[in-house]
C-alpha cells in the first residue's frame, strides 16, 4: 500500500515562495481557505497501475522550468483550470512558448483542457498526479507505514 496521504506541498514546492506567482503555498491556502489534501489509498492496492516508462514520461514533462512553473499554476487554480491567455500574462511567457508547453504536459497526461464556446481552459489532472505521486512513494520506509505518515501534515484549514 501507497504510505498514507500525501499534501500537495510536495509537488508546488513546499512553502518557498513561488517564482512565477509571488506567494507562497502557505499563503495561498491561508488566503483562499483552502487545503488540498490527497489520498493515495483510493486504488492503489499493489501500485502497479503505473508503468516505468509513464512515470519517466510525467517526470520528464516536469523536468522543464517553465512546463513546471505551468504545472504548479495549474495545480493552484484547482479544477475549474486556467486560460491559456490568463495563464501567460501570470507567468509572463509567449502564446507561443506556452503553447508549446501545455501541448507537452497535456501528452504526458498531467493537463487536460475543455472547450467552453469559444475559450479553451487547461487543468491539471489531479489523479493522473495521484499515479505519479504513488508510483513515487511507492513501498516508502520499507513498507513501515507508521515510520513514513505524512498525514499529519495534512490539515484542513477553516476559515
Not at 40 to 51: A, I, K, Q, S, V
Not at 68 to 94: D, H, M, S
Request: proline residues 2%; negative net charge; contains cysteine.
Amino acid at each position: 500500500m501507497a504510505c498514507g496521504s500525501v499534501i500537495i506541498q510536495i509537488i508546488l514546492g513546499g512553502t518557498g515562495r513561488d517564482q512565477g506567482l509571488g506567494k507562497s503555498l502557505a499563503e495561498l491556502l491561508a488566503q483562499e481557505a483552502i487545503f488540498w489534501c490527497l489520498s493515495f489509498d483510493l486504488y492503489f492496492e499493489d501500485n502497479r497501475n503505473m508503468d516505468n516508462a509513464t512515470a519517466t514520461m510525467r517526470l520528464a514533462a516536469l523536468a522543464q522550468e517553465t512546463r513546471l512553473e505551468i504545472f504548479r499554476a495549474l495545480v493552484q487554480a484547482g479544477p475549474a483550470g486556467l486560460n491559456p491567455g490568463v495563464l501567460g500574462e501570470k507567468l509572463g511567457t509567449a502564446q507561443a512558448t506556452l503553447s508549446f508547453h501545455l501541448k507537452e504536459l497535456k501528452n504526458s497526461g498531467l493537463i487536460q483542457m475543455r472547450q467552453e464556446s469559444r475559450f479553451k481552459f487547461y487543468f491539471a489532472d489531479f489523479s493522473a498526479m495521484n499515479e505519479l505521486l504513488a508510483f513515487l512513494t511507492e513501498n516508502c520506509c520499507g513498507g513501515d507505514i507508521a515510520a513514513c505518515d505524512l498525514s499529519s501534515n495534512c490539515k484542513e484549514n477553516t476559515p
